[in-house]
């Protein structure tokens, strides 16, 4: 058994939003943010070194999650894994969101854990941000200067490494409005339940007359970080989704992933299984994944 012992900060506690701004701007790479501190404080426990930790504990306005038909679902700074959970607007019309969220480690866990948190985290693993691909969203960074929207598309740079610029509060994410026909859906593998994901998937499929119009597709863990599976986006647009298809889909999901051995899984199961969750995330999507 090994313990650590927590590196020494300076815990700061803005009350607004244009404090923290001004802390953001004087601490720059010296200095992190803390919302439910699940992923913030097990890494100051290791090698992430910062002096000052600015906490968004006593900031108000940052928890909102609100959605409407015609702008769609917006997710706050503080908005918790728990709160997803809780929102019949986010099961009934982001499914993949809500079965992310449903299944995210413990109760405990979900209650602290924020989903911006989550994003800014970059893991390969992150399941809310996972799901989030798929669906799409733009997140709103503020810093002394304005606000600038960056797509999810373009956030997640390499492992734990984003967009983000120091002096940068992520506020809000929103997430476009659910069209006719979407259906989404999430999966993931752990070694345990409650455990980070070993695998991961999720899809959203933009459906017609039985023929899916669109598809984005993600999967976590299979490589530096969560990523798109373009070649098998392209199968599927257009295209009547058959059994014939999937078998199709399955087979190419390997090529378009590079995944690694670690403590959770090995490359070579992960290449076995991906083609698998995927055939298995579209079938769930298809069956249950209705924003209706
Ligand atoms: C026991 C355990 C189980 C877990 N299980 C899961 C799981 O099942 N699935 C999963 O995906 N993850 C899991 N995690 C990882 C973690 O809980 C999530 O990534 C969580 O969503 C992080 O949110 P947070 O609010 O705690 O972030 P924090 O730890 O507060 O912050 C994470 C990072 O984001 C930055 N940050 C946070 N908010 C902002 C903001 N508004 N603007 C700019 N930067 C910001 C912080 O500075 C830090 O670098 C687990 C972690 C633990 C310890």
New binding site residues.
């Given amino acids: 058994m090994t313990s650590r012992v927590m590196r020494d900060f300076d815990l700061l506690l803005p009350e607004s939003v244009p404090e923290v701004l001004e802390l953001l701007a004087d601490h720059k790479d010296n200095c992190?943010?803390?919302?439910?501190?699940?992923?913030?404080?097990?890494?100051l426990k290791f090698d992430?070194a910062v002096d000052n930790?600015v906490s968004?504990a006593l900031v108000p306005g940052?928890d909102d999650l609100s959605f409407d038909p015609d702008q769609g679902l917006s997710i706050g700074?503080?908005v918790?894994?728990a709160d997803i959970v809780k929102s019949q607007d986010v099961k009934t019309y982001y499914p993949a969101l809500w079965q992310?969220a449903k299944?995210?480690?413990?109760p405990q866990?979900r209650n602290?854990?924020?989903?911006?948190?989550?994003?800014?985290?970059?893991?390969p693993?992150?399941?809310?941000?996972?799901a989030l691909y798929a669906l799409g969203g733009d997140l709103q960074?503020k810093n002394a200067s304005g606000v600038r929207d960056v797509s999810l598309d373009d956030f997640w740079l390499s492992y734990g490494v984003t967009a983000?610029q120091s002096d940068?509060?992520?506020?809000s994410l929103r997430v476009p409005p659910p069209t006719a026909g979407q259906k989404s859906a999430f999966q993931?593998m752990?070694r345990t339940t409650?455990?980070?994901?070993k695998i991961n998937a999720a899809v959203s499929l933009t459906m017609a007359d039985g023929v899916c119009q669109s598809a984005r597709v993600a999967m976590g863990c299979v490589g530096p970080t969560l990523i798109r599976l373009p070649k098998v986006e392209a199968m599927l647009g257009g295209a009547e989704i058959t059994e014939d298809l999937l078998g199709e889909v399955s087979d190419m999901v390997a090529a378009e992933i590079t995944p690694i051995d670690d403590i959770r899984s090995s490359a070579d199961y992960r290449r076995k299984v991906a083609g698998i969750l995927v055939r298995r995330v579209i079938n769930l999507a298809l069956t249950e994944g209705n924003n209706q």
């Fill in positions: 992190a943010i803390l919302s439910g501190g699940t992923d913030l404080l097990v890494a992430y930790v968004l940052l700074a503080k918790t894994i992310a299944v995210f480690a413990t866990l602290t854990a924020t989903v911006l948190g989550n994003i800014m985290r970059a893991s693993a992150g399941d809310c941000s996972l960074l983000r940068e509060l992520a506020i993931r752990t409650e455990d980070l994901s």
